[in-house]
């Protein structure tokens, strides 16, 4: 499985911007994927995954300003982020595995074997 993100920039304090991740590949068992972060010098942080049964779970700090979700395939997943804030900075990563979100455990990135290359938001 291969995923490729897409829809990052530059914006301004209030801004939006949409993230795209495509998924080619053996993907029919593509059950979680979700969005993580990583700003400079700190670690990869979970900010929303999505079952394919379109379960969502949100990170306290993007609850509200950010919205995941899947295309009709399955194969396409979207981050929908508005009112940015400079603390949004960083390399957005598209995930995904064949098991379904952990309840509990779903912002550990050891969870995930899918990565993409990321693709940079900066707010300013």
């Known amino acids: 499985v291969q995923l490729v993100e897409s829809g990052g920039g530059s914006v301004q304090a209030g801004g939006s911007l949409r993230l795209s991740c495509i998924a080619s590949?053996?993907?029919?068992?593509?059950?979680?994927m979700g969005w993580f972060r990583q700003a400079a010098g700190k670690e990869r942080e979970g900010v929303a995954v999505?079952?394919?049964?379109?379960?969502?779970r949100y990170s306290g700090s993007v609850q509200g300003r950010l919205t995941i979700s899947r295309g009709n395939d399955k194969n396409t997943l979207y981050l929908q982020m508005d009112r940015l804030e400079p603390d949004d900075t960083a390399m957005y990563y598209c995930a995904a595995d064949r098991a379904h979100c952990s309840d509990r455990l779903w912002q550990r990135t050891e969870l995930y074997t899918f990565w993409g290359q990321g693709t940079q938001v900066t707010v300013s």
């Open positions: 999505i079952d394919r049964d379109e379960v969502t």
């Open positions: 590949g053996y993907t029919q068992s593509n059950r979680c």
